[in-house]
């Protein structure tokens, strides 16, 4: 009898372990003429983004990831939007660690999920700032954290904490509109500010390196979303040019602005992707 409890009991969980979270909410670069002071900035972590339903962990792309047990004890069952994250400069290494098929609570030992936002709190994000603390103080968890949210009145100060973040090592800074309530999809109440922009593409071919790159990867045939093709032959380690990216993975890459014909300008290689983009959700 008690098996067949235990199994009705798993039919019932499995259900809300199986399918992820709803569509997340996407931001939208900075422009100039921002009111600055509507907003509440923190810092741009690179992190693997997740989102935590109560019971598990999901990337933004739909995929579970599999933690271990500690590392999650002691959360709330309200979910949560954050990042995974060890620290600046340590993206390759969390990244390795979400894909890992194992949960050796060991290798997790430095990770934290940075919360930064909750997606079922119906209240704008000034009030969910407010629960997002009350939360991770509850949960006294060496891996839940939240990331610091300050207020800034003026482009002058943000430009210069966008400075200080970038000379710590840091990626940028991320804006959320104080009165705004949390909405699927991309949404200018959510911005990011970085000194170059950044998006997404999938290798479609490697092409032969020259001269001191004789016998590795010169450079990357990509394809954008939205069917563009361009090479990026730069941002690349010796080991990666030994070992390019598989053909059909998805890589970021950094540009500044675009070309008379639409494509990025100085595209540099950045990180590969764990999955492929999802598409944005309807608004």
Same mark, same amino acid.
């Given at each position: 009898?008690?098996?067949?409890?235990?199994?009705?009991?798993?039919?019932?969980?499995?259900?809300?372990?199986?399918?992820?979270?709803?569509?997340?909410?996407?931001?939208?670069?900075?422009?100039?003429?921002?009111?600055?002071? +509507?907003? %509440?900035?923190? *810092?741009?972590?690179?992190? $693997?983004?997740?989102?935590?339903? !109560?019971?598990? /962990?999901?990337? =933004?792309?739909?995929?579970?990831?599999?933690?271990?047990?500690?590392?999650?004890?002691?959360?709330?069952?309200?979910?949560?939007?954050?990042?995974?994250?060890?620290?600046?400069?340590?993206?390759?290494?969390?990244?390795?660690?979400?894909?890992?098929?194992?949960?050796?609570?060991?290798?997790?030992?430095?990770?934290?999920?940075?919360?930064?936002?909750?997606?079922?709190?119906?209240?704008?994000?000034?009030?969910?700032?407010?629960?997002?603390?009350?939360?991770?103080?509850?949960?006294?968890?060496?891996?839940?954290?939240?990331?610091?949210?300050?207020?800034?009145?003026?482009? +002058?100060? %943000?430009?210069? *904490?966008?400075?200080?973040? $970038?000379?710590?090592?840091?990626? !940028?800074?991320? /804006?959320?509109? =104080?009165?705004?309530?949390?909405?699927?999809?991309?949404?200018?109440?959510?911005?990011?500010?970085?000194?170059?922009?950044?998006?997404?593409?999938?290798?479609?071919a490697h092409l032969p390196g020259k001269g001191k790159y004789a016998g590795m990867m010169g450079a990357l045939q990509v394809r954008t979303p939205d069917g563009r093709?361009?090479?990026?032959?730069?941002?690349?380690?010796?080991?990666?040019?030994?070992?390019?990216?598989?053909?059909?993975?998805?890589?970021?890459?950094?540009?500044?602005?675009?070309?008379?014909?639409?494509?990025?300008?100085?595209?540099?290689?950045?990180?590969?992707?764990?999955?492929?983009?999802?598409?944005?959700?309807?608004r």
């Amino acid at each position: 009898m008690r098996l067949i409890l235990t199994a009705l009991l798993c039919l019932l969980i499995w259900p809300v372990l199986s399918a992820p979270p709803t569509d997340p909410m996407l931001a939208t670069p900075y422009r100039d003429g921002v009111p600055v002071g +509507a907003f %509440l900035v923190s *810092e741009k972590l690179d992190g $693997v983004r997740a989102r935590w339903d !109560g019971r598990a /962990l999901w990337t =933004r792309g739909g995929a579970r990831i599999v933690a271990p047990a500690t590392f999650t004890r002691g959360w709330s069952a309200e979910p949560m939007d954050g990042e995974l994250w060890i620290a600046r400069g340590r993206f390759d290494d969390i990244s390795a660690l979400v894909r890992r098929v194992g949960t050796d609570a060991q290798a997790w030992r430095d990770v934290r999920f940075m919360v930064f936002d909750l997606p079922t709190h119906p209240g704008p994000f000034a009030e969910r700032v407010v629960r997002m603390r009350s939360l991770v103080s509850t949960a006294r968890s060496a891996h839940l954290a939240m990331i610091p949210q300050q207020r800034l009145d003026t482009r +002058a100060e %943000l430009d210069a *904490e966008l400075a200080r973040v $970038v000379a710590g090592g840091g990626e !940028g800074l991320m /804006l959320h509109r =104080r009165d705004a309530r949390y909405r699927a999809g991309r949404s200018e109440d959510l911005l990011k500010y970085k000194p170059h922009e950044d998006a997404e593409a999938q290798v479609v071919a490697h092409l032969p390196g020259k001269g001191k790159y004789a016998g590795m990867m010169g450079a990357l045939q990509v394809r954008t979303p939205d069917g563009r093709h361009f090479r990026i032959g730069t941002g690349f380690t010796d080991a990666q040019r030994a070992r390019p990216p598989p053909v059909g993975a998805w890589l970021t890459y950094r540009y500044n602005g675009l070309t008379s014909t639409g494509l990025p300008r100085f595209a540099r290689f950045m990180r590969m992707r764990d999955d492929m983009p999802p598409a944005d959700p309807k608004r």
